[in-house]
């Protein structure tokens, strides 16, 4: 490190600018976060799991393996989010900016991304529903899509709440 970066580094820190952008938790919400990590964790391979076991042995009941699997992975994310709201765990001591900006791209990428991605299929509203006898993986998408924006506005409903009680402390 250059003496000129060292000054920076100095003045960053007592201006009270951020230093660094990684969020930082207590003993108990890291505890609490790892626990609950890990039923999210479970209610995702089970979820994936039993749609390998349903689609293998039974009937296929999605024409795509990928699509279920990543909206088993939104629901898992969800009840994530909404466990760590609950209890206490979900902001760190920095605040709510590292999740304001997951939050945001979020809702940009579920209001922006279906139309770059339905643009280029030739038969979307053609077999919206229903293709081959099978669910189609349109559906599942567009489902996808709507739980990235409600989860986005969820993170911003759960922030603005969390400062409201930061303010109401002090």
């Known amino acids: 490190m250059s003496l000129k970066s060292f000054d920076k580094f100095c003045e960053k820190m007592i201006n009270g600018e951020p230093v660094e952008t990684k969020d930082i938790f207590d003993e108990r919400q890291s505890v ?3 626990r609950i990590t890990m039923q999210a964790m479970k209610l995702f391979i089970v979820l994936t799991c039993l749609n ?8 296929k009941w999605c024409e795509s393996m990928i699509a279920p699997t990543i909206l088993f ?3 898992s994310y969800m009840f994530w989010l909404i466990k760590n709201a609950c209890k206490g765990s979900l902001f ?3 605040g709510t900016m590292p999740l ?4 945001s791209f979020m809702l940009g990428y579920g209001i922006f991304f279906p139309f770059y991605m339905f643009d ?13 006898g099978m669910v189609s993986e349109n559906v599942i998408l ?3 899509f709507a739980l990235l924006v409600v989860m986005g506005i969820i993170i911003f409903i759960f922030a603005r709440k969390y400062k409201k009680e930061k303010t109401e402390e002090q």
């Not at 390998?52 to 009937?59: D, R, S, V, W």
């Not at 304001?100 to 939050?103: E, I, N, S």
């Not at 299929?121 to 293709?131: A, C, G, P, T, W």
Request: aromatic fraction near 18%.
């Open 92 to 94: 760190g001591i920095k």
């Open 120 to 132: 280029k299929k030739q038969d979307f509203f053609e077999n919206f529903f229903v293709s081959n």
């Open 100 to 103: 304001k900006y997951q939050a």
């Open 32 to 34: 609490l976060r790892t």
């Open 73 to 75: 992975y939104e629901i």
């Open 142 to 144: 567009t489902l996808w």
């Open 52 to 59: 390998i076991i349903i689609t293998e042995c039974g009937p």
